[in-house]
């Protein structure tokens, strides 16, 4: 692992113990924290320790748990904020009083220095990732994807076992299951941080996810198309 383009850390934050991932580039290291929730003190304290610098902020969706730390995180690095899809702008918008609803202190609106689309790219240090808009849990979600490393982190769109919620505005149960079977199986056996709860890869979610696993797609395509 010594020569890896990237290395990460994950800190769960907030009392939805929301994964904010720190990625860095090993170059240069320059660090993206993607999702900043809150917490910002013990997050900032690990990436001090490491000796890295806050270069970008990247927002998978605008959920107060993962977005709440972005606006006072920039201030305090000066990083640059990028994402979510600007069709989160409405989360965005209801980061304080979802704040307040977990009782938890200091999430913030934020300003995105760059709204991201699918198929956008974004840099970090010498490293280049992809972004891929997954729209389902909310309108305006997006992965971000290091090919080189064969890793993701998919926020809220895809968990070791489960999948996002979508009984939310603008949530969209079909959209989900359409974004991650295809824009996310094609990237291949990657290695995913999801936004709340352990590592997993699409390999195994593949196998055994209840949602979206091969065999489930298939038993579902196979019914609405069938007689009746
Ligand atoms: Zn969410
Ligand atoms: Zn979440």
């Known amino acids: 692992?010594?020569?890896?383009?990237?290395?990460?850390?994950?800190?769960?934050?907030?009392?939805?113990?929301?994964?904010?991932?720190?990625?860095?580039?090993?170059?240069?290291?320059?660090?993206?924290?993607?999702?900043?929730?809150?917490?910002?003190?013990?997050?900032?304290?690990e990436i001090n320790r490491r000796g890295l610098s806050v270069d970008k902020i990247w927002i998978t969706h605008g959920h107060a748990d993962h977005a709440g730390g972005a606006s006072e995180l920039k201030e305090r690095t000066g990083a640059t904020i990028e994402g979510p899809h600007r069709d989160d702008q409405f989360w965005i918008d209801r980061i304080p009083e979802a704040g307040q609803r977990y009782g938890v202190e200091g999430m913030r609106v934020f300003e995105t220095d760059r709204w991201l689309e699918n198929g956008d790219t974004v840099t970090l240090g010498e490293t280049e990732w992809e972004v891929y808009h997954c729209p389902g849990h909310t309108p305006g979600h997006v992965v971000f994807f290091h090919r080189p490393s064969n890793f993701a982190q998919v926020g809220d769109v895809l968990f070791k076992g489960s999948i996002g919620r979508t009984d939310f505005p603008r949530g969209?149960?079909?959209?989900?299951?359409?974004?991650?079977?295809?824009?996310?199986?094609?990237?291949?056996?990657?290695?995913?941080?999801?936004?709340?709860?352990?590592?997993?890869?699409?390999?195994?979610?593949?196998?055994?996810?209840?949602?979206v696993a091969d065999r489930v797609i298939a038993h579902s395509k196979a019914n609405t198309s069938g007689p009746g």
């Open 172 to 211: 969209n149960h079909a959209d989900l299951i359409n974004a991650i079977t295809t824009r996310l199986w094609p990237l291949g056996d990657v290695q995913f941080v999801p936004g709340h709860g352990p590592m997993s890869s699409f390999h195994a979610e593949r196998q055994s996810n209840p949602y």
């Open 1 to 45: 692992m010594s020569d890896a383009p990237i290395r990460l850390f994950v800190a769960p934050v907030t009392p939805l113990q929301q994964n904010c991932t720190v990625v860095w580039c090993t170059k240069t290291n320059k660090c993206a924290v993607i999702d900043p929730g809150g917490d910002l003190e013990a997050v900032l304290g």
